[in-house]
């Protein structure tokens, strides 16, 4: 025998009751989906009676539907017209052939494999997706937070013309979508009945090969398709609409389907290839509309692990993924809530193990030139750390770097004022490199210049150093090196000190710092020691009483 095209019909059967009910008051009576069959030079009457029809008795039937002038008779090569529910057909099951995270049937734990019966229910938690096969071998990916059932999946006697693809047969299948959202990659093959996917308030008729549904567990609930590939029929109780590939459509109770063009897809060549922390943050320049942001473990998407709604303008965060690689799949939502077309890409997650956290220095503290003490909190999956200091933030200019630093700090010799940034990571006993930190910055300031200046001849002291003129100078003068004696002191806006004659002569000993306009309070420059002689301009007045008691 030979299968013809299927006869299409304007509206399908649903599956809900209520739902057929209220469509049949909207619009006139569905036109009976039939099946033309060619009639073979070995087919007889008896044979296409028994193993054809659900009865022979249901000949006659087909025998007035296509007005044969003797209804005991067939010729090689006519065409009859027969109804699909006259031909003989059975229900059969569905088999799940993804399944990633918490999926059910009927509320027990479901796995690959398992078969899903016409009647039951099939559902995903958060984090969790599904890929139903149906016997013409379609399937239908279930997002997650998705509750589907399984309405109807019948086969019919007759083959479908592609031996060894799927079960001989013609199918009809419809599946139930209660909330969420599934995707349908319908196979190219002859069908009894075209795939339905029924929601509480529409019908999506398959006559293409590639299309998503969704729609929420409220009261009035929106239902929405959009196309990828094909056409389909969308309706709802007060009309219909033919949807082709590249649109969508919006159904809500008692309004006609809205069908738009799709979004085209989002720009991702902005997206770093490796995301290198726990959770995974990003967001895209210039995006007006929400976003609904998926990964999953499979390039095909089958196996769909987050699935994220992004508000417009709003950053997408990933979290509670493991390291690895990963497919990343974006699409823009207009105003009515129907998805545009996919942009994907492949992303690497290698985040661990995780840095350790700086603990000093803090950021942008400042130290004089010289050794500097870092320190962080240890982290319990490392052995041992990588410490890199640099003089840019890029990290081209590398100052300082060790790859094998054990413990909770280490001491890092600096010789050269200006700006420095570090970083850290960690590295596993077996040599296996977490990324680097968040890189932290300090200053290193020059030391202080050594002062210069001396005793005048009137015996006055006059210091001076290199200062800038933005800071405050701190200078004191002492009668002893370790500064316990100080007999001046003063802070001053320039970078020298005069002061008159001493009373008392001998050896003193200065020094100064600086006292920055953001607080930093160099460390007191190197001492110098002055000294100051005796006055003997007036010792000739005391010369005839020194002769005299000579």
Do not use: C
Request: no cysteine.
């Amino acid at each position: 025998m030979r299968l013809n095209a299927l006869r299409p019909r304007p509206l399908a059967l649903p599956v809900m009751l209520a739902l057929a009910a209220s469509l049949a008051q909207a619009a006139p009576a569905p036109q009976e989906p039939t099946l033309d069959y060619t009639v073979e030079s070995r087919d007889t009457l008896i044979g296409l009676s028994q193993g054809l029809l659900v009865s022979p008795g249901a000949w006659a039937e087909v025998a007035k539907l296509n007005a044969l002038p003797n209804p005991n008779r067939i010729q090689p090569g006519q065409v009859l017209k027969v109804p699909a529910r006259l031909l003989r057909s059975a229900q059969v099951p569905a088999k799940l052939v993804s399944v990633e995270g918490d999926v059910r049937i009927d509320d027990q734990a479901a796995k690959v494999g398992d078969n899903v019966q016409p009647g039951q229910r099939l559902s995903t938690a958060a984090s969790s997706s599904a890929v139903l096969q149906l016997g013409d071998g379609s399937r239908v990916r279930l997002s997650p937070a998705s509750d589907t059932q399984l309405g109807e999946n019948r086969r019919y006697q007759l083959k479908a013309g592609q031996a060894g693809s799927v079960e001989e047969g013609l199918f009809a299948s419809t599946m139930r979508l209660v909330k969420g959202s599934v995707d349908v990659l319908a196979t190219k093959v002859l069908r009894a009945k075209p795939l339905e996917v029924v929601t509480p308030t529409a019908v999506i008729g398959v006559r293409g090969t590639e299309y998503r549904v969704h729609t929420e567990a409220v009261a009035n609930a929106s239902t929405r398709t959009e196309v990828l590939e094909g056409r389909v029929r969308a309706d709802n109780t007060s009309a219909g609409a033919d949807v082709p590939a590249g649109q969508g459509a919006a159904l809500r109770p008692g309004s006609a389907p809205v069908v738009v063009a799709l979004q085209a897809a989002p720009n991702l060549t902005s997206l770093p290839e490796r995301f290198e922390r726990p959770l995974i943050r990003f967001g895209l320049a210039g995006e007006t509309l929400p976003l609904r942001v998926q990964v999953a473990a499979d390039a095909g998407f089958e196996r769909i692990v987050r699935d994220e709604r992004v508000a417009a303008g709003g950053e997408a965060r990933i979290a509670g993924l493991q390291d690895g690689q990963w497919h990343l799949r974006v699409r823009r939502v207009d105003n009515l809530g129907i998805e545009g077309l996919n942009a994907t890409r492949a992303i690497t997650l290698k985040a661990r193990p995780e840095p350790p956290a700086s603990l000093a220095p803090r950021a942008e503290a400042k130290f004089p030139v010289g050794a500097v003490a870092l320190a962080w909190a240890e982290n319990t999956e490392a052995s041992q750390y990588r410490v890199e200091v640099a003089r840019d933030a890029a990290f081209s200019q590398v100052a300082w770097r060790s790859d094998d630093v054990t413990g909770a700090g280490t001491s890092v010799p600096l010789t050269e004022p200006g700006t420095y940034h570090w970083r850290l990571a960690s590295v596993r006993a077996g040599g296996d490199r977490g990324p680097w930190g968040d890189a932290q910055n300090f200053e290193l300031r020059p030391l202080p210049t050594p002062p210069q200046g001396g005793v005048r001849r009137d015996g006055g002291i006059e210091l001076s150093w290199s200062g800038r003129a933005e800071d405050r100078q701190q200078v004191e003068l002492a009668l002893d090196p370790e500064f316990a004696e100080v007999t001046a002191k003063a802070e001053l806006t320039k970078s020298f000190w005069s002061l008159p004659s001493p009373d008392r002569p001998g050896t003193y000993y200065f020094r100064y710092r600086s006292v920055e306009p953001d607080g930093f309070v160099t460390p007191w420059s190197s001492t110098l020691k002055l000294e100051v002689p005796r006055d003997w301009r007036f010792l000739w007045i005391f010369s005839p009483v020194i002769l005299l008691a000579l």
